[in-house]
């Protein structure tokens, strides 16, 4: 069955530290992967989405991710945090024959001014 | 657009009574989704529509919980009775079905307290 996973629950920074979190997924075949952002009481809002080609992509905010097909991992990262980039981050997946988003558990973020 | 537009956006109901949640997704999308979040559980699909037709309803707990769409513009999720372990902040979501970029458009949400 698909999967995505984010081992980091809950991860505290300081603003200009470097960010990672990571992701990692189980599909059997062709995947899609996205990072959406949920900031305190708001809806969730897409970050970034990898479909094919360049394995480094870059979303909104500074943010990039990296898929990385022999570890089975999309990691987001961030070179410099910020306060305002307090918030929960979900990875998710979507197989080619299922059009619904498998989510991730979430990690939130703290940034510590 | 004014995007994916939820109602209500809280709820307090006693257990037992008919909850009803309302969803308008941005016109011309052709997929609805709807899903629950709760801290124990994150993030869960509980169904989704292609075009108005229901396409995958696995997710959906239990046999109190209901989805309709009975057009394009408009989706309800229905549960009866409900219980207070159905608290939960439920969201809607819409995306097109052709010239897809990828992504859901989130709406805001809306949280129901179950007494």
């Known amino acids: 069955a698909q999967s995505v996973s984010q081992h980091n629950h809950h991860v505290i920074l300081s603003e200009a530290a470097s960010l990672e979190l990571g992701c990692n997924y189980s599909y059997g075949g062709t995947v899609n992967l996205f990072w959406y952002v949920q900031y305190p009481g708001q809806h969730l809002q897409l970050l970034l989405k990898y479909f094919s080609g360049d394995p480094l992509v870059k979303g909104i905010k500074g943010f990039e991710a990296e898929f990385i097909k022999s570890k089975f991992s999309f990691n987001l990262r961030k070179p410099s945090v910020q306060w305002s980039d307090t918030a929960e981050y979900f990875c998710?997946?979507?197989?080619?024959?299922?059009?619904?988003?498998?989510f991730g558990s979430g990690t939130r973020l703290q940034v510590q001014p | 657009d004014a995007g994916v537009i939820q109602s209500p956006r809280h709820e307090v109901t006693e257990m037992g009574q008919e909850v009803t949640l309302r969803c308008k997704p941005i016109s011309g999308h052709d997929y609805l989704f709807w899903y629950r979040q709760t801290m124990m559980r994150g993030l869960e699909l509980l169904i989704y529509f292609n075009n108005n037709v229901p396409i995958d309803d696995s997710g959906m707990p239990e046999d109190r919980f209901s989805a309709k769409m009975p057009n394009a513009s408009f989706s309800t999720l229905k549960i009866q009775p409900s219980e207070p372990r159905d608290s939960a902040v439920y969201f809607c979501?819409?995306?097109?079905?052709?010239?897809w970029g990828g992504g859901y458009t989130f709406g805001s949400g809306t949280r129901l307290t179950v007494v």
């Open positions: 998710a997946g979507m197989d080619m024959g299922r059009r619904a988003l498998t």
């Open positions: 979501a819409s995306s097109p079905g052709t010239g």
